[in-house]
């Protein structure tokens, strides 16, 4: 079984940055597909981005393109979120999932979705 724990979330003003983390243990997530997830207040989860297993071809969400970027290390067991330009409405808990799922495109739904963390908080004031 993996565990997952997110870390990095905080408090940032609109236009400002932060890298959200997330560490894997119990298992080497080196062959999973990692991804993020989010969910605002009084809204339902949804998807953020995802990467496949060697760091190649990773895929977002339409809003986050072009400002969030997702990447790995497998050595470390640690998967990133870099979330730049961020605006009031990407306030937010922040969850990191894994799927071991061999699937022919990269999942975006969570029910491949088979690990998750705790999630962190994101709040980007106005």
């Known amino acids: 079984q993996v565990q997952l724990v997110e870390s990095g979330g905080g408090l940032v003003q609109a236009g400002g940055s932060l890298r959200l983390s997330c560490i894997a243990s119990?298992?080497?997530?080196?062959?999973?597909?990692m991804g993020w997830f989010r969910q605002a207040p009084g809204k339902e989860r949804e998807f953020v981005a995802v990467i496949n297993w060697n760091g190649g071809t990773p895929y977002y969400a339409d809003s986050e393109k072009g400002r969030f970027t997702i990447s790995r290390d497998n050595a470390k067991n640690t998967v990133y979120l870099q979330m730049n330009s961020l605006k009031p409405e990407d306030t937010a808990v922040y969850y990191c999932?894994?799927?071991?799922?061999?699937?022919?495109?990269?999942?975006?739904?969570?029910?491949?979705?088979?690990?998750w963390g705790q999630g962190t908080q994101v709040t980007v004031s106005s």
């Open positions: 999932a894994a799927s071991s799922r061999s699937l022919p495109t990269l999942p975006t739904k969570e029910v491949y979705f088979s690990s």
């Open positions: 119990g298992r080497s997530v080196s062959s999973y597909t």
